[in-house]
């Protein structure tokens, strides 16, 4: 298997508003209500705020290619682009996806290991995630990859809050 990570630019807007929108779709519709996934779904991946989050120099969007196919991707924020804790010596791992056919290949750590490496060539002391409550298989990743749980933060689908542990794994 072939892969290959690029930087994503405003020229990518489409695919990453379509990939995000699939991947998140697929992660999360079984467990939450219809209204509330559209609801996140079209705030979220709307265009004008994805172009805002491309634009900004704390965020960084990665594609991951699998054999020429688009099969996963990273955002990360350093501060002050950050979700929460916004501290300068870390770089938050908001969105880490794979798209559903390409699960199960050892592709999450792919992305995992690039975002310790940009970490790394940053500088940071540490990086960090939240991560839904109710998402054990996510938890039972990032444990393995040497996270452990600092705190708590809300997060809304749509009009349900819900609780994320947020994870840290010192560099």
């Known amino acids: 298997m072939k892969l290959f990570f690029r930087q994503c630019t405003q020229e990518d807007i489409c695919t990453l508003r379509e990939f995000s929108y699939k991947t998140y779709n697929e992660t999360f519709e079984e467990t939450n209500t219809p209204s509330n996934m559209k609801a996140y779904l079209d705030k979220s991946f709307d265009i004008e705020r994805l172009r805002v989050e491309l634009l900004n120099a ?8 699998s054999d020429g196919e688009l099969s996963g991707y990273l955002k ?3 501060a002050p682009a950050q979700t929460d804790i916004n501290d300068g010596q870390s770089l938050e791992i908001e969105r880490i996806y794979i798209a559903k056919e390409f699960q199960g290949k050892g592709l999450g750590s792919e992305l995992m290991d690039r ?10 002391l540490y990086v960090w995630l939240g991560v839904w409550e ?21 997060f809304f689908m749509g009009d349900d809050e819900q609780t994320d542990y947020i994870m840290r794994k010192n560099l």
Do not use: D, V
């Open 58 to 65: 704390n965020s960084m969007f990665y594609f991951l290619y």
């Open 76 to 78: 990360l924020n350093e």
């Open 115 to 124: 975002a310790i490496e940009l970490a790394n060539m940053r500088k940071k």
């Open 134 to 154: 109710e998402n054990k298989k996510a938890i039972l990743f990032y444990k393995k990859n040497g996270f452990y749980q600092i705190g708590t933060h809300s």
